[in-house]
């Protein structure tokens, strides 16, 4: 059930309705549970039991943990580690894993050829294992487990972000549970705005003005020029953060219209000056949880430089692979990886220098590190390496003999991600909340009517969003 289609607005509308009945706090968590599950199982309903499975596993290891030595609680950690971390690679990984090992055998003369499984990937399976295990690990570093089973089940399930985030931490949502949650007026109005904004910067921005561009060039990438390559390189820089920020917007806007805080998952990310403060801004909820539950358990930067280095390279690397079981997403990693590395290198250098902190130094460095951004997107989307490759050499050795993209594309491009840049550059240390708070409220109603009406007159092609597949 796509958050751009009319069967999740019906849903949502019928799921809202339900809540605000005068239920007691119990029900009305039971009945987002089952909804919960019914969103869920709109794609394929027997995947329900690995939610289940899941939740199961960790409600049961967690409660062990707390009431065993510590001795015997990294078994138990361990069985959940096992379960959950053997899901998701099973799913994920196995035909990736058994392609490259023919291709490694058949290397040395082997002529081995198995038929290779087919296996479909359970949508959002990545957000939630990671958001389940995070539960396990807290309990096990310390934290108190969760009394209500109910509860636990629903941080696990909670419908907004299941299938996409943000991953949430089970201290921030089940803390809200405790108490009866209802929205108010005003919480009610900004939630449905978020969804009208999301569900635009979605259907609008990122699938019907930009993704042509992309897919032009991309699925065209032998008759891409010069130009074609960096236009659709920027293409896509906007395209998936629109199409990503826009769930999250979708999900913590649903969220609140229920009374849930979720947490922000980007803060102008294309404004960031340097790659640890990208990761501080894109995707939030999973750069903080690699760095709280992999980096750190790795060691972090408690023991010398080559051992950060070796961390800071293994957690992207790995958080590459989270993204796909593909090449194209390790090499992303690792290239973001090594940014992070080579600036830590350049930092003591610099840090000193009074000059880089004048205001024109800083917008340079930003635009630096949004062009070395783009440039790793490149291996992200790109169907294989070759493509990736190819593109990557025609955006600096590439002629322009022909033009896959019209004057109007071109120009579209170069209007939105202008706009997106200049945009985030003013609210990088800001948020959309506090714009709103300052603008008048006709100004706001009128803004929103006009996202409406856009998203009225605009067909659409009902696109998944780019990170259900992951």
């Not at 405790?178 to 919480?187: E, F, H, M």
């Not at 969804?195 to 561009?213: H, R």
């Not at 071109?410 to 609210?427: E, F, K, N, P, T």
Request: glycine share 6%; charged share 10%; net charge positive.
């Amino acid at each position: 059930m796509l958050f751009n289609s009319l069967t999740f607005l019906v849903f949502f509308a019928i799921t809202l309705g339900i809540y605000y009945l005068p239920l007691s706090w119990r029900l009305k968590k039971f009945h987002l549970l089952i909804a919960s599950y019914l969103f869920y199982a709109a794609w394929n309903p027997p995947f329900v039991l690995l939610l289940w499975l899941s939740t199961v596993v960790d409600w049961l290891v967690a409660n062990k943990i707390a009431q065993t030595t510590p001795q015997n609680s990294k078994k138990w950690l361990a069985i959940s580690l096992l379960v959950n971390l053997g899901l998701l690679s099973y799913f994920k990984y196995t035909t990736f894993v058994l392609e490259n090992f023919v291709l490694f055998i058949n290397q040395f003369g082997i002529n081995y050829h198995p038929a290779l499984p087919s296996i479909i990937l359970p949508v959002g399976i990545s957000f939630y294992t990671f958001q389940t295990l995070s539960y396990t690990i807290d309990v096990y570093r310390g934290a108190k487990p969760c009394r209500s089973f109910l509860d636990f089940a629903l941080f696990v399930t909670f419908f907004p972000q299941l299938v996409a985030g943000p991953i949430v931490r089970a201290s921030y949502f089940l803390s809200q549970c405790d108490t009866p949650k209802l929205a108010t007026q005003a919480q009610l109005g900004w939630g449905l705005s978020l969804l009208v904004i999301g569900l635009f910067t979605k259907i609008i921005l990122a699938d019907t003005l930009l993704a042509p561009v992309v897919d032009a060039v991309y699925n065209n990438s032998d008759k891409a020029g010069m130009l074609d390559s960096w236009l659709a390189t920027f293409a896509f820089s906007a395209q998936i953060f629109f199409d990503f920020s826009g769930y999250s917007t979708c999900a913590i806007g649903a969220a609140l219209c229920f009374g849930f805080a979720l947490p922000d998952n980007f803060h102008a990310p294309y404004a960031a000056i340097g790659f640890s403060d990208f990761w501080r801004r894109w995707h939030i909820s999973l750069s903080t949880w690699l760095r709280d539950y992999l980096y750190i358990s790795m060691g972090g930067n408690r023991h010398g430089v080559l051992n950060t280095y070796r961390n800071l390279m293994l957690t992207m690397l790995l958080g590459g692979l989270w993204h796909g079981a593909a090449w194209g997403f390790i090499i992303w990693g690792g290239l973001h990886g090594l940014f992070l590395i080579i600036e830590r290198l350049l930092q003591p250098f610099f840090a000193p220098m009074q000059w880089v902190k004048f205001a024109a130094i800083q917008f340079v460095l930003a635009l630096f590190t949004y062009l070395l951004v783009c440039i790793a997107w490149i291996f992200f989307r790109a169907a294989d390496i070759n493509i990736a490759l190819h593109l990557l050499t025609t955006l600096f050795f590439g002629q322009n003999h022909t033009l896959l993209l019209s004057n109007f594309q071109m120009a579209i491009v170069g209007v939105i991600v202008s706009s997106l840049l200049g945009y985030q550059w003013m609210m990088r240390n800001s948020c959309l909340e506090h714009l709103a708070d300052r603008t008048p409220p006709m100004i706001r109603a009128l803004f929103l009517a006009i996202l409406m009406i856009c998203l009225l007159f605009t067909p659409g092609d009902q696109r998944a969003f780019i990170y259900f597949q992951f």
